[in-house]
């Protein structure tokens, strides 16, 4: 069974703080993805990654995928505190009909 | 667009009662799965099925049971609960395999066994 990694487990901070969250694993991924989860509700996509070295930037929130396709980061500038949640980051084996989510990362930020 | 729905939100059982958890889509998507979340356990992958007619096991299935007679319903059956069980359970969808295309979530259901 592949395992994600996530760190930190709880993240607090200052709105206006920058913060990244990271996502590692000892498998390569043909695909990684980073949902945002708000309390009583489901999980939803942010980005998905597939390449190697890939970047991509949603608003304040920057995502990359590690040249080995084994890692993943998030990192999020001058937070505010609609970007309190749970961050997930989930990996996909190519051909495999299963998704692997890491276990999450608490985000508060204090206004 | 309702998306995924699942019923209840919320249920209490006692240990050795069954239930089933409904989930219904209405984006004809061809792949459904059953994931429970537990306090710093992240999402564990119950049960999932790539189309009707089809299932197969996750990461943890023992104690689920799952059919999938049409495109639309994949309910999950808890044939005798345990204390164990209580977590919140989520529905998602996706058109293709999951690592093509994002899963749909559902908004969980809170299950307590006492």
């Known amino acids: 069974t592949q395992l994600l990694e996530q760190s930190p487990q709880f993240l607090s901070i200052q709105e206006g703080e920058n913060l990244t969250v990271y996502c590692n694993s000892s498998?390569?991924?043909?695909?990684l993805q980073w949902y945002r989860q708000e309390p009583g509700e489901g999980p939803v996509l942010l980005v998905t990654?597939?390449?190697?070295?890939e970047v991509k930037k949603l608003k304040r929130l920057t995502f990359q995928f590690g040249d080995a396709r084994k890692d993943s980061s998030l990192h999020i500038t001058a937070a505010q505190p609609g970007d309190t949640g749970l961050y997930l980051c989930?990996?996909?084996?190519?051909?495999?009909?299963?998704?692997?989510f890491g276990k999450g990362t608490k985000l508060t930020v204090n206004p | 667009n309702a998306g995924v729905t699942q019923t209840p939100k919320f249920q209490v059982l006692k240990t050795g009662q069954s239930m089933t958890l409904q989930c219904a889509q209405d984006?004809?998507?061809?792949?459904m799965s059953w994931y429970r979340q537990d306090p710093g356990m992240g999402l564990r992958l119950i049960h999932y099925?790539?189309?009707?007619?089809?299932?197969d096991q996750g990461e943890v299935p023992n104690g689920y049971n799952v059919s999938r007679s049409t495109t639309e319903d994949f309910p999950l059956r808890l044939l005798s609960a345990a204390p164990s069980q209580t977590s919140v359970y989520f529905c998602?969808?996706?058109?293709?395999?999951?690592?093509?295309?994002?899963?749909?979530f559902g908004n969980g259901t809170r299950l307590t066994v006492t």
């Open positions: 984006m004809n998507h061809e792949y």
């Open positions: 498998s390569v991924f043909s695909s």
């Open positions: 099925s790539v189309g009707a007619g089809i299932t």
């Open positions: 989930a990996g996909g084996e190519g051909g495999s009909e299963k998704l692997v």
């Open positions: 998602a969808s996706t058109p293709g395999g999951p690592n093509n295309s994002p899963l749909h």
């Open positions: 990654v597939v390449t190697g070295g």
